[in-house]
């Protein structure tokens, strides 16, 4: 591992424990260079993933940005971190065990609603303006309506 300070491809493991439910490994590393010190995360990649946007350009799937779109949406929501992290990892897991190496960017989309519906209304709605690209206040009321109807009366 390269070390983020001085570049030294010589950098040594000082701990390892497990991360995210044991999902990941987690290590603190030292470079004997510079005296750096920083954290790095392994985690099983089962296939790489592409996203198929709707302009049908394929792009490397990111969990990263994954993990940016649930900050963005949850951003000043009081949700545990726990919790944000089980759901990115859950759709990373979703999307991996479905069989395709391509998914389209609107089933990414959907499932990141869901994981929200289920955090916090809020981001929920949040999430959903930009998602399906909200125009007028009516486009609210009609998710607000979504998340107010019983599961048994669908």
Not at 90 to 109: F, H, K, P, Y
Request: hydrophobic share 35%.
């Amino acid at each position: 591992m390269r070390c983020p300070y001085c570049q030294s491809e010589d950098t040594q493991v000082k701990d390892s424990r497990p991360a995210e439910d044991g999902i990941a490994i987690r290590r603190r590393r030292a470079c004997p260079d510079c005296g750096g010190r920083f954290t790095t995360f392994e985690r099983v990649q089962l296939r790489d993933l592409v996203v198929v946007k709707r302009s049908g350009r394929k792009v490397p799937f990111d969990r990263d940005k994954l993990a940016r779109s649930f900050d963005i949406a949850l951003r000043k929501r009081n949700v545990e971190p726990e919790r944000i992290e089980r759901a990115v990892s859950g759709i990373v897991r979703q999307l991996e065990n479905s069989g395709e190496s391509e998914v389209a960017s609107d089933e990414v989309g959907l499932l990141v609603m869901e994981a929200l519906k289920s955090l916090d209304d809020v981001a929920y709605v949040r999430y959903a303006s930009v998602y399906r690209n909200f125009r007028e206040a009516k486009d609210f009321q009609d998710v607000l309506g979504e998340l107010t109807v019983e599961p048994d009366s669908e």
